[in-house]
């Protein structure tokens, strides 16, 4: 999966040796960000550490891996815990000696210590040479917008590595379903319900749409949501909206000639069977996208529907505004030209918008311009501008 950002946002300056409180609005963000990048060769130097310190401290018993009293050293000089420094120990270990890669991309400031162990959580299922396969394909996508994105390609190309065991895996923990209760101290409870990514997404959606529809109070949106999730619990009657959710899946997948991933709009990549399984029930609409990914139409016809928002949803995918990753669903329709300005609505002159850079867009000086249908260049209020095009869906290889 492509990178949000088409072109570089700027090229980043040294910054100058002077006191932060002189430097210009330029200088603190070009400051910002050697720091972030100094900070993440440190981690990266900190993670050799710990493994060469488990390497001078090897185990003298069988069914362990580092040393006894190893972890309670470090623990000693920097005042934690032993049981988070075996923890520190072990993760750095593991990517020292199966992700090297990571390790030296961490080390050069390129990724920052999340996205690192977003790879060693994402491959600790896959064997030696699988977890080097995805670790090569991810890393040389880059860093990606955001660390959520950053996972979608994680969780893509483990599944293109190791399809069947990402479809055990996913059994396994669908397996594991449950709904939890816990008494707080404050005097409230907290349910939590493990359910499959579209069951979730379905249910939040269904009880948001209700949520927003309640007039007449003083509730907030929170508060609103607790109430209609009781109601619908409690059984009382309540006109329910419609509410779906767009899985994208090709069609070589669906007839089985393949096993390469489908999405879910928005959440992120799933087993072709889980795919499959999906489309048994569902509304099937076709789109059509070019050799890189990106969506040329949506189907008019049911299979599906028409309509202009299902487009963009389907192309934009989440909230366009550079970093965020709202899902569309879950996002406004937004005028590139203002209607009132004479803007059509078309696609040439929409983009999916979250409330919260809608509102943005109105209260500062941000602006947002299509410079063709699906290309858009942000400008910042100082005066920066990103060019970013929507990210392009996976093209099966034939």
């Known amino acids: 999966m492509p990178e949000q950002l088409a072109v570089p946002f700027r090229p980043v300056g040294q910054p100058p040796h002077i006191p932060l409180a002189e430097m210009t609005r330029d200088q603190v963000l070009d400051y910002v960000v050697d720091r972030h990048r100094q900070r993440n060769q440190i981690d990266g130097e900190i993670v050799q550490a710990y493994a060469r310190f488990a390497e001078l401290t090897p185990p003298q018993r069988s069914g362990i891996t580092i040393g006894d009293g190893a972890a309670e050293e470090i623990a000693l000089e920097l005042s934690l815990s032993p049981n988070t420094t075996a923890k520190h120990l072990h993760e750095a270990q593991e990517l020292v000696t199966r992700l090297p890669g990571t390790v030296s991309a961490l080390t050069t400031g390129e990724i920052d210590v999340m996205r690192a162990k977003a790879v060693r959580e994402y491959t ?34 483990v599944i293109r590595a190791d399809p069947q065991g990402a479809e055990q895996r996913r059994l ?5 379903r449950d709904v939890t209760r816990w008494h707080r101290a404050d005097g409230t409870s907290s349910l939590t319900v493990h359910l499959q990514p579209h069951e979730a997404e379905l249910a939040y959606q269904h009880i948001n749409l209700l949520a927003g529809h309640t007039t007449g109070t003083s509730r907030n949106l929170a508060t609103a949501r607790a109430d209609v999730f009781m109601d619908l619990i409690s059984g009382k009657q ?4 419609s509410v779906s959710v ?22 992120g990549p799933i087993t072709a069977e889980y795919a499959r399984e999906l489309a048994q029930n569902a509304t099937w609409r076709r789109m059509i ?3 890189t990914g990106q969506v040329l139409e949506v ?24 970093g965020c990753a709202v899902v569309a669903q879950r996002c406004e329709v937004d005028h590139s030209v203002p209607y009132a300005e004479g803007g059509v609505t078309g696609v040439g002159n929409v983009a999916m918008l979250c409330k ?11 602006r947002m311009d299509q410079v ?18 929507p990210v392009g869906y996976d093209v099966p290889p034939f």
């Not at 977890?131 to 390609?153: D, I, P, S, Y």
């Not at 396994?172 to 594991?176: D, G």
């Not at 309540?238 to 909206?241: E, F, M, N, S, T």
């Not at 529907?305 to 949803?313: A, D, K």
Request: hydrophobic residues 35%.
């Open 124 to 157: 600790a299922e896959l064997d030696d040479d699988q977890a080097a396969q995805v670790e090569k394909r991810v890393l040389a996508g880059g860093k990606q917008e955001n660390l959520t994105r950053f996972k979608h390609v994680l969780r893509r190309e």
């Open 172 to 176: 396994a923990v669908k397996a594991q």
């Open 238 to 241: 309540v006109d329910r909206p």
């Open 246 to 267: 767009n899985v994208v899946v090709p069609m070589t997948t669906l007839m089985g000639l393949n096993q390469q991933p489908g999405e879910i709009s928005g959440i």
């Open 289 to 291: 996208t070019d050799p």
């Open 299 to 322: 189907s008019r016809r049911r299979f599906a529907s028409p309509g202009l928002t299902r487009f963009v949803q389907a192309r934009d995918r989440v909230c366009r505004q550079p």
């Open 356 to 366: 919260r850079h809608h509102l943005m867009r109105q209260r500062t000086t941000w």
């Open 372 to 389: 063709m249908p699906g290309v858009l260049a942000f400008t910042t209020p100082g005066r920066r501008t990103v060019l970013t095009t």
